[in-house]
């Protein structure tokens, strides 16, 4: 008798434990009849993770009554892993209602009617207060998706005493960027004593499609066709077989690592880097003794001016049962204040141009340097629904280059595989 | 009668406590297993769960014209191959090294094992910095050029990439199998060793003819989930190689997490992974059968 009343209790915990489990339903409306407004982003620096605690316990004092907002913190780790986490929530249909994504893949999204449109969440006037270079990266089939703070450029850091010694030229004006052919000698030069001549990103990530595609483009190419529609004759052409077997000509010279240490400029292991905006600001609080400076993207002979831009930005998910308290959440996330703060506390440049009154040090060399290249040379990633494919591939390709296989070989296969993903899901459409 | 009853009652409690193993079994295993092999048959975009559609065999044609799940399957038969004896002789031995009576062995018993409680990840981490290619920065290719020997690529050069990963895995693993082994020696009674050391075996005559035989059972057990452990590798080429370098290291399951979470193909990931299904169950009951024989 006494077995079956434990198995029985055993059994109700277990089925009890379940159904808490499964059919766990995400809270829409709270106990106080507010509307619950949940924020995904990747987890972030002390600065920023202060900023949201901040600007969360504002908004919601400021609407008490009608909407909360609570954010959920993602650990973005390297490469995928946020991505993954969306892909999963996808399935189970568990979105939260304010999503970050990662400029890229807006269109991504979009196509899948994942997001919805936004563009009635500002008027005409306000939305021009915002950088084309955003407003480009977050427009989809002629629609706004998704909304940014921040913006972000990469430029060639170098530093001073290395290219002192070595006696090389540092570019003053875009007119006088470095050519691909002066890179690749400085990069030369500079190699010596366990001092490698520049850093080229190998995150095998995100991080190479961001940073490389402006060899690309500079060489008079792109990844895919200005609609997003095709990879093959564009990564695979013979300008980009150029720009990849230029970049390996880098490694294969010994110029650049294929496994950089961690902050190998930083630390004084490498002589160059093409590095992103943010690296000002931690240059300049945690290395106050290196000697360092930045200059202009390199650009291929002949080649077109650009550099990368692109950050994250906020969109509204098809799972949100309150589209308008949504917006609310996201006019007050992007207004000019916040936006200004946000840029300010990340030390990346903001996208609203009012924010450039407030915050002056960009009218200042080094930012006024990366303001400069974000207006002016700045291209934003492909927008194509195919991008995951395309960035994952890109990736792969450049490894594998990089590690002896034929550059043209090695970006047919990108360009097929991200071809026949475009083909497959979306080409009907 | 009354004998019966009791029977008939008992069997009812036996019923009774099966049930929350195999509901959460059932829950948990059976119906996404089910699941997968429905999907294997669709058209599934992970992004678009709205939208799926039936597309018969087309997952499977596809499969098994197709270069990279090939490569996949040698790549994991290559690991296992290489990872289940490797790591099975590590661990015998080590068990027998510690199994002695020496002084100060608990010490080394748990730093033998301590790997096993690390984290894949973790470990995983710390070996990619171990084998960084580059002398300056990586560890072993500082040693080696030290000796006067060329530098390795390790993990960028893609014939050694996937050998690089079983030696981290056996050293991870091998602490695991060499508890097993150690009560397996335990087991082993004493007086076998003595009747052998009367007839006049040696250390290595009574290690063969005592020991081994004695482990028997033991070492097809250690085997078998070392086979199935193998077959499933994934952490360490998602954090050390992402598949690379030129395919040196993609795995079945790392084709199916690619396939299915980075190139949203869920449709078609669910297709391999009921293909690797089928694979390890025929290596699991083909094993079992040579193991009788």
Known sequence: MKKRVVAAVLTAMLAGSLCVGCGQVKERVNEDGESVITVWSPTDEPAIEEWWTEKIDAFNQAHKGRIHLQREAIVRADSYAYEDKINAAITSNDLPDILFVDGPTVSVYAANEITLPLDDLFTEAEWDDFLDSSKQQNTYDGKIYAVGATESSVALFYNADMLEEAGIRIPQSKEEAWTWTEFYEAAKKLTKDGVVGTNIIMDKGEGLPYVLEQFWISNGTDLVSEDGSQADGYINSPEGVEAAEFLNSLIQGGYANIDPIQKEFHNERAATMLGGSWEVATLENDYPDLNWGITYFPVAENGILSSPTGDWAASVTKNTQDMEAAKEVLRFLFSEENVTTYAKAISKPPTRKSSYDVLTEYNEYPRSMIKEQLMETGHPRPRTPSYSVLSAEFSEAMLNIFTGVDAKEALDAAAAATDKDYNKYYAQE | ?293
């Open chain 2, 1 to 293: 009668m009354q004998v019966s009853v009791d029977k008939k009652s008992e069997r009812k409690a036996a019923y009774l406590f099966i049930i929350p193993a195999v509901v959460l079994l059932a829950a948990f295993l059976l119906y996404p297993a089910l699941q997968t092999v429905r999907y294997a048959f669709t058209d599934y975009n992970i992004m678009r769960p709205d939208r799926i559609k039936f597309c018969g065999f087309n997952n499977f044609i596809e499969l098994f014209q197709d270069k990279d799940f090939w490569i996949a399957v040698k790549n994991t038969l290559h690991f296992t191959i290489l990872v289940v004896p490797f790591q099975t002789v590590l661990a015998l031995a080590l068990a027998l090294l510690i199994s002695s009576r020496r002084k100060g062995v608990s010490i080394f018993r748990a730093a033998y094992f301590s790997p096993q409680v690390t984290s894949m990840v973790v470990v995983a981490i710390l070996w990619t910095v171990l084998y960084n290619s580059n002398p300056n920065s990586g560890l072993l290719n500082a040693l080696l050029v030290n000796l006067g020997m060329e530098p390795c690529g390790f993990l960028n050069d893609p014939k050694s990439a996937m050998n690089s990963i079983v030696f981290m895995s056996a050293w991870q693993g091998a602490g695991y199998q060499m508890m097993i082994f150690l009560a397996g020696l335990q087991g082993i009674p004493k007086d076998q060793y003595e009747a052998a050391s009367i007839d006049g075996a040696g250390k290595i005559k009574s290690f063969l003819y005592v020991t081994l035989p004695g482990l028997k059972n033991v070492i097809s057990y250690v085997i078998m989930i070392t086979v199935i452990q193998a077959m499933k590798l994934f952490t360490q080429p998602y954090v050390m190689t992402k598949g690379g370098p030129q395919n040196a290291t993609r795995t079945l399951v790392y084709y199916v997490y690619e396939q299915g979470f980075q190139k949203r193909n869920f449709g078609y990931a669910c297709a391999v992974a009921a293909v690797f299904f089928v694979i390890v169950i025929s290596l699991s009951v083909g094993m079992k059968k040579i193991i009788k024989a």
